[in-house]
């Protein structure tokens, strides 16, 4: 049962990867230096089986010379579920995450989210490997978001 007590009944399959250092490795999400669009991964069915679950993924944005990465992070799910996504980026600083965005059912950011005053943050560029850190607030998480409810969640770079 969901009674905040970890359960791997309810686990998602990327469990475990509760903080950054067992984050769930997505590889490359990035074409290679002869394309430079923006890449897409989507990760479904994602759920929080207790009051503290955090989902950690982190990839490599590979940020060839004149390849803007372009990061977007997109987290869609439950209307009733409240998500809160944080950005971190490891050559940046793992201890605060660049931006923070949450809202119930729906949260995105975008490049717009962490513009730095004086040049773009993707001028420098070994900025490569990204965190992405989604948990809900502790005090709105029950036993029915539990069982019931899931989000998805997008990464482009």
């Not at 989902?55 to 977007?72: E, R, S």
């Not at 965005?101 to 560029?125: L, M, N, P, Q």
């Amino acid at each position: 049962n969901c009674d905040d007590i970890w359960d791997d009944e309810f686990a998602d399959a990327y469990e475990p990867n509760q903080n950054m250092g067992t984050a769930y490795d997505l590889g490359e999400i990035d074409g290679d230096w002869l394309d430079v669009g923006t890449e897409s991964l989507t990760i479904t069915e994602l759920n929080f089986n207790s009051a503290d679950d955090e989902d950690w993924f982190k990839w490599f944005a590979d940020d060839d010379p004149g390849d803007d990465p372009d990061i977007a992070i997109y987290a869609e799910g439950d209307p009733d579920l409240y998500l809160i996504v944080e950005l971190y980026v490891a050559e940046w600083d793992t201890t605060t995450p660049m931006v923070t965005a949450e809202g119930w059912g729906e949260v995105s950011i975008d490049e717009d989210d962490f513009e730095f005053d004086g040049g773009w943050w993707w001028s420098d560029f070994s900025w490569d490997n990204m965190y992405v850190r989604v948990q809900t607030e502790a005090t709105w998480w029950d036993e029915e978001l539990c069982e019931d409810a899931t989000y998805n969640l997008t990464i482009e770079s």
